[in-house]
């Protein structure tokens, strides 16, 4: 095997020239035109092959699809990168060639078992290729592509690749049998023809109709050459001598080109991993960025939505109870429209209860006008006449409100009840047995039923039938007018009234009784603070005529009860602050006035919470009259039992 | 001679071999009754959890209760001063009293069932744990002396299993058959 290597590459050696390939010259320049376009678009698969070989040889531990991929795509990347530097850079011909000759490989014999020392020799030849002898290019293409000479090339190319280039390097015919051949001249190639003509023709192709071509080519390259010789001898020489010569520097550039080649080779190899791994980092950067940039997505979207999202993601499964809870929904409902109902009624019942009052204030009035004292006598003026009628009439429906106040009252209680119950028995189902609510729905369902306000289930019986006798309304005036006059204006008093009328008002403070003629007097006063802390009583009328006075502050601390009549007027009052820190007692009808004055403050520092006779309604007027803007000065027990009663 | 040593040797290896399958049978039981033991004192410790739990349970709504009766109560107090009302027969007259003394019973009876409850399941619980002690001292017997007579105590364990065990499935108590405290009395307790 040795000495066939020998012999093939001392043959080859010989071989090398034109010969051969002029006659093939033609054919081979439309070749080479080709190739020369072409080669690029079939570098990527020669490339690939490169890939696919390097695939082999890669480290275990690889994730061989994960290269599969990465590989497929980093070579489009790198060839792409390549394709670019070729076209952009001139000097990069000789890749250019490369890419070609590879490609020529590929599609020839030596594809599979050139080592990459062959490809490098292989690719070597172009690196001293001058660029403008398009003619050698010829024949470095037609050389290196003898489509005849296949089956035998085959061979003879690995045996050449395989010949170190220390050979080429010892024998001038070695370096042209390599493939040095390529970069000679016309005239050099001419020379080595004639050096070894017939040993070219036997072993270069090995084909007979390369062998016919060698021998007529020989045969006129034989005359001429010595023509050539005898006209030439000298220059002859010479050319032997730069033949020699550029042999020489031939051996010198391959050594370069080789170098230049293994850079060349190593850089494409160096672009081609870095492509991969620019790839590689490039894909790994955009999974992060992914992962990242998908979150920001998610949220920029989302966050708008979110809201949204939560509503129609946080539907509440219907829960075990879910049925029962609205039904008890529903009867707390109509328990609050009962208990507003009772509001009202008892509203209206305060409402008639300050009319009667202030009615028997206006009989009362009307008796000491005109010295009546007799029902008779009563009844015969008219106006007093319809005043008790009226007092009658209001009594009698106040009466007549006590049922449907009742039976609201009664709904109320007996629907509070039975949620409650209900609720009891949803609190204890889940560790109970025998608790039936749908019994409970029945129930309140019954209850809902029963206590629906409608007129007919509100309405009074006949009022007509609870009227009380006129006699007793009459007695009753007469009773409280009897307590009235229980108080007389002292001497001391008077004189106090008579300065106050006469424009003095300095013992104002020190009065105790008060008239009505006092109080007119009492309402010209200038200022801003009216002290009646003597005062013990305040009827209307003289409320009526203080409620005129322009002033800011009114002390009645002395007064201990109040009526609705009176509060009536002294609410009117367009002051800021009354302080009543003598009333132990606020009654509900009062607060009905209170809620329409238009002052500030109120002290009621007097007042008491008794608890035997709690009235949550009072305290939570006041407490109500508080919210909307009125400052209340109460004790500290009061203002517990109102924030209870709130 | 050499029949005797024979026979003699017979005999030994069969001796050995009783005694091997003797230890093995020995070292099997010894074996069961250890699972055994650990098993149902595995079980023991389950079951002692889920009463734990239902106690918890039981005593957590027992207070809820208590304090519902605590705040109608009140209100009874309260709507008494308010309508000034001494005698129980007046008293039923208000609804709201009438209603909160119904309420009043109905939640009695339930914290006496609770409690009735509550009351077994911690004996419950203490007979458990009293047996898994037991098993604890029988097992460290059986580990040292390489057996004991335990049969007798998986007995007791899955009687007191076999009773508490579905009572931890069960409603705490029969809402429908709770006692009820009289009307009047709770009144009276109310008032003085």
């Known amino acids: ?646 | 001679m050499g029949t005797d040593m024979m026979k003699h040797i017979k005999s030994s290896c069969t001796a050995i071999a009783m005694i091997g399958i003797l230890f093995c049978g020995t070292l099997s039981a010894t074996g069961y009754k250890t699972t055994e033991i650990n098993r149902k004192m595995t079980e023991i410790a389950s079951l002692q959890h889920s009463l734990s739990s239902k106690i918890e349970l039981a005593i957590e709504k027992k207070k809820q209760l208590e304090q519902k009766t605590e705040a109608l109560k009140e209100e009874i107090k309260q709507e008494r001063a308010q309508l000034q009302i001494e005698s129980y027969k007046r008293a039923v007259l208000a609804p709201r009293i009438d209603y909160n003394l119904k309420l009043i019973q109905l939640l009695l009876g339930y914290v006496a069932s609770l409690n009735e409850k509550i009351k077994y399941f911690q004996n419950g619980h203490e007979t458990l744990g009293y047996y898994f002690q037991q098993a604890q001292d029988d097992l460290l017997m059986i580990k040292t002396l390489n057996d004991l007579e335990v049969e007798k105590l998986i007995a007791q364990i899955n009687s007191i299993l076999d009773e508490y065990t579905p009572e931890t499935n069960k409603p705490l108590f029969d809402a429908d058959s709770v006692p009820l405290e009289d009307a009047e009395r709770i009144w009276n307790d109310i008032v003085n």
């Open chain 1, 1 to 646: 095997m040795g000495k066939k290597s020998n012999k093939k590459s001392s043959s080859l050696s010989d071989l090398e020239p034109l010969e051969e390939q002029e006659p093939n010259q033609e054919a081979l320049k439309e070749l080479d035109a080709r190739d020369i376009i072409e080669p690029l678009k079939k570098a990527p698969d020669n490339i690939d092959d490169r890939w696919q070989d390097s695939e082999t040889d890669a480290p275990e531990g690889m994730a061989v699809g994960e290269q599969e991929i990465s590989l497929d795509e980093a070579a489009e990347i790198s060839f792409d990168e390549v394709d670019r530097h070729i076209d952009s850079d001139p000097e990069n011909v000789e890749t250019e060639v490369l890419l070609d000759e590879n490609d020529v490989e590929t599609n020839g014999p030596i594809e599979d078992d050139d080592p990459p020392e062959q490809e490098s020799d292989e690719t070597a030849i172009p690196l001293y290729e001058e660029p403008d002898d398009s003619q050698v290019e010829d024949q470095v293409v037609s050389d290196e592509i003898p489509p005849d000479a296949e089956p035998k090339a085959d061979g003879e190319y690995s045996e050449i690749v395989e010949q170190p280039v220390e050979d080429s390097q010892h024998s001038p015919i070695a370096d042209k049998s390599g493939n040095d051949f390529l970069a000679l001249d016309d005239d050099e190639i001419d020379d080595s023809i004639d050096e070894k003509p017939a040993e070219e023709e036997s072993s270069v192709t090995g084909t007979e109709e390369i062998e016919d071509v060698g021998d007529i080519h020989s045969g006129t390259r034989k005359a001429e050459d010595k023509k050539v010789a005898e006209l030439n001898g000298t220059a002859q020489e010479e050319k032997n001598l730069k033949t020699e010569a550029k042999s020489q520097i031939g051996k010198i550039s391959t050594r370069g080109a080789l170098s230049s080649k293994k850079i060349a080779i190593g850089s494409i190899i160096f672009l081609i991993f870095s492509g991969l791994s620019i790839y590689a980092l490039l894909s790994l950067i955009d999974i992060k960025g992914k992962v990242k940039i998908v979150p920001e997505a998610k949220s920029q979207i989302g966050e708008p939505v979110e809201p949204a999202q939560i509503q129609a993601q946080t539907p509440k499964p219907p829960g075990k109870y879910d049925k029962y809870l609205a039904k008890l929904e529903e009867a707390e409902r109509l328990r609050n429209d009962l208990l507003q109902k009772k509001e009202e009624i008892y509203k209206l019942n305060l409402y008639y209860r300050n009319g009667i009052v202030e009615l028997m204030d206006q009989v009362s009035d009307e008796m000491q006008k005109t010295n009546i004292s007799s029902l008779a006598q009563a009844l015969k003026n008219n106006r007093i006449e319809l005043d008790l009628r009226t007092i009658q009439r209001r009594q009698a429906y106040i009466q007549g409100l006590e049922k449907p106040n009742r039976w609201v009252h009664n709904g109320s209680e007996e629907l509070l009840f039975l949620k409650r119950k209900a609720l009891l028995d949803i609190q204890i189902a889940e560790i109970a047995s025998g608790i039936d609510l749908n019994r409970h729905v029945r129930y309140v369902n019954a209850a809902i039923q029963k206590y629906q306000l409608s007129a007919e289930k509100l309405a009074v019986d006949d009022y007509t039938s609870n009227f009380t006798p006129l006699e007793t309304i009459w007695s009753q005036i007469k009773n409280q007018n009897t307590e009235r006059a229980h108080t007389p204006v002292s001497h001391k008093d008077e004189k106090i009234i008579a300065e106050i009328c006469s424009g003095d008002f300095k013992r104002v403070a020190e009065l105790s009784t008060m008239t009505a003629g006092a109080a007119k007097c009492l309402s010209q006063m200038n200022g801003s603070d009216l002290f009646l802390n003597g005062l013990k009583q305040l009827a209307p009328d003289e409320a009526k005529y203080l409620s005129r006075w322009p002033g800011n502050w009114i002390c009645l601390n002395s007064i201990d009860t109040l009526s609705p009549t009176v509060a009536r007027y002294l609410f009117k009052w367009e002051g800021s602050w009354i302080s009543l820190n003598g009333l132990t007692e606020f009654p509900p009808e009062l607060t009905l006035y209170l809620m329409e004055w238009k002052g500030h403050q109120l002290e009621l520092m007097g007042l008491d919470y008794h608890k035997k006779k709690p009235d949550q309604r009072a305290l939570k007027y006041l407490a109500l009259w508080e919210t909307m803007g009125g400052k209340l000065f109460v004790t500290e027990g009061v203002r517990k039992e109102m924030e209870r009663a709130m």
